[in-house]
C-alpha cells in the first residue's frame, strides 16, 4: 500500500490573515512539501497540471525534475497530466527524460482536468473531451512501447517511422493511472490497458466512485488482466489534524468555509459526512480511511490533499509531520494485516522492471 499527498498547487489568501503567497512562494512551499514528504516516510508526492491561474504547476515534469535531484525514494507523479490538452508526443519524452532523471521513481495520472477553457487556450475543442483522451492515450501507449511508430488519427498530424526519446527507462513505461471523478469512459479505458484506475473521491459522495470502481474492475478481469480484486486503484482524500477535534475542526473551519472550490456552500460537518474530508484527531483519521476499504475493497495508493485552500506552509509541515509518525504507520500495518496475498502492491519501477508486476 503506498501512502503519499497531492497538491493541485493553488495560491489562495489566508483566510485569518488575509495575505496570498507570492506565485514564487507558492512553487517553492510545494517543493518544501515534497522533500518534507520523503522526510517523514511517505511514498508519493504527486502534483496537479493547471494553466490557470489561481494555480500555478503548469510545468508538472520541470518540478519533480527539480524534486528528483534532492530526492532518493520518493516516487513522483502528476494529479493529473491532461491528456486532452498535451501532445501525446511531447508526454511520451517529457515523462522519459524524468523517469531516467529519477531512477525510475516515476509515474503519472491522466486526466481531462476541471478546467473547461484550457481547450481552446491550446487548440482543442471541449465537445471532444473523451475522443481526444481515448485517442491520445492510445499513442501515448504505443510511442513508450514501439521503437518505430507509424500513425495516423483524427485530432493531429500522422506520424511516418517516428523514434520518441529518450526510450523509457529499462524498457519498461512510466506506470499510467487514468483519473477520473465521473466518466464511465476514462474507467473502461484504463481497464482495456490494465492500468491503474484513480478515484478522486474527494468531492462527491461515495456511491458514485464505488460504481465506478466496480465498472473498472469489472472490466479490468474481463480483459483478462486478473481477476477484479487484482485491479490497480488509488483514491484521494483530505485530512487536517490536531491532537483533539475541537481544536482541528476550530482551526480548519474559516479555511474550509472560504476554499474556492468549495467554500460557500455545505458546512463542513455535512462535507465530511459525505466525503473523504476528516478533520479531527489522527485517530479519527486512521479510523476513516481504514472504512475505504469497505467501500471500494483492497487498494494500492491512498493520496492525501493536504495544502490547499490557504492553508499557510508551516501549518502543512506540521500536519505532514503527524501524517508521517502518527497515522500513516498504523494504516500501513491495518491495511496489510488483512490484504489478501494475491493481490498486488502499489506499483513501482524496480519491480515492474523486474517482471514482478505488469
Known amino acids: 500500500m503506498q501512502f503519499g499527498i497531492f497538491s493541485v498547487g493553488d495560491v489562495t489568501m489566508d483566510p ?9 512562494e507558492r512553487i517553492k512551499a510545494m517543493v518544501a512539501i515534497a522533500l518534507k514528504a520523503e522526510e517523514v516516510g511517505l511514498d508519493v508526492f504527486a502534483t496537479g497540471e493547471h494553466h490557470n491561474p489561481p494555480f500555478v504547476p503548469s510545468s508538472p515534469t520541470t518540478m519533480l525534475g527539480y524534486i528528483a535531484a534532492r530526492t532518493e525514494r520518493l516516487t513522483l507523479s502528476t494529479a493529473t497530466t491532461l491528456i486532452t490538452t498535451n501532445d501525446p ?54 510511442l513508450w512501447r514501439e521503437d518505430v511508430v507509424d500513425w495516423e488519427g483524427r485530432f493531429r498530424t500522422p506520424l ?53 470502481i466496480t465498472l473498472y474492475r469489472q472490466r479490468y478481469a474481463h480483459y483478462g488482466h486478473g481477476t477484479p480484486e487484482q485491479a490497480i486503484v488509488g483514491l484521494g482524500g483530505q485530512v487536517f489534524m490536531r491532537k483533539n477535534s475541537q481544536d482541528a475542526v476550530r482551526e480548519f473551519r474559516p479555511y474550509f468555509d472560504n476554499a474556492p472550490v468549495y467554500g460557500h456552500g455545505p458546512s463542513l460537518e455535512e462535507f465530511a459526512e459525505e466525503t473523504p474530508l476528516t478533520v479531527g484527531s489522527p485517530q479519527e483519521v486512521i479510523d476513516k480511511t481504514l472504512t475505504f476499504r469497505e467501500s471500494f475493497g483492497d487498494y494500492q495508493r491512498q493520496l492525501f490533499l493536504m495544502d490547499h485552500a490557504g492553508l499557510p506552509l508551516k501549518t502543512v509541515l506540521e500536519q505532514l509531520d503527524i501524517l508521517g509518525e502518527e497515522v500513516v504507520p498504523v494504516l500501513r500495518r491495518e491495511f496489510a494485516a488483512n490484504r489478501p496475498a494475491d493481490v498486488p502492491d502499489g506499483p513501482v519501477h524496480t519491480t515492474r522492471a523486474a517482471g514482478i508486476v505488469a
Open 160 to 212: 511516418q517511422g517516428f523514434t520518441a526519446t529518450p526510450r523509457p527507462l529499462d524498457g519498461v513505461p512510466p506506470f499510467v493511472w487514468h483519473g477520473s471523478i465521473r466518466s464511465p469512459e476514462i474507467a473502461e479505458q484504463a481497464a482495456y490497458y490494465g492500468d491503474g484506475f484513480f478515484a478522486n473521491n474527494i468531492f462527491w459522495p461515495k456511491d458514485h466512485f464505488i460504481r465506478l
Open 16 to 24: 485569518t490573515t488575509g495575505r496570498t503567497p507570492t506565485e514564487h
Open 89 to 142: 508526443v511531447k508526454i511520451a519524452e517529457d515523462f522519459a527524460m524524468l523517469q531516467h532523471l529519477a531512477d525510475g521513481r516515476v509515474d503519472l495520472m491522466l486526466g481531462r482536468g476541471n478546467t473547461g477553457p484550457v481547450y481552446p487556450w491550446f487548440g482543442q475543442d471541449i465537445r471532444q473531451g473523451i475522443p481526444l483522451a481515448v485517442e491520445n492515450y492510445a499513442l501515448l501507449h504505443k
